[in-house]
């Protein structure tokens, strides 16, 4: 009795498949390079001077997170954001 699964033209696609990722990996396609660090450093900078302190804070290393609540680093980021305001400068 023959097996109801096997289906010898199941691996037909395969060359198709292959075909399609040699291209791709061909054509130079890559994923966008990781930010450096002055990137994120402007970032992290941004987002203190905009009062976004959940995103600043989630920039943090785990280790100061674990260390330091997002209510005190809000608190120590505060009078970066107010000296901002009194200068009117951007970065």
Known sequence: ??????????????????????????????APPAPTQAQVAY???????????????RRLAPEVRATLPQSAFAAAARPLRQQREQRGQTI
């Open 43 to 57: 970032r992290f900078l941004t987002e203190v001077l905009r009062a976004d302190h959940a995103a600043a804070y």
């Open 1 to 30: 009795m023959a097996n109801p699964h096997s289906n010898p033209d199941s691996r037909s696609g395969w060359p198709l498949l292959a075909a399609v990722i040699g291209l791709v990996a061909s054509t130079g396609w890559q």
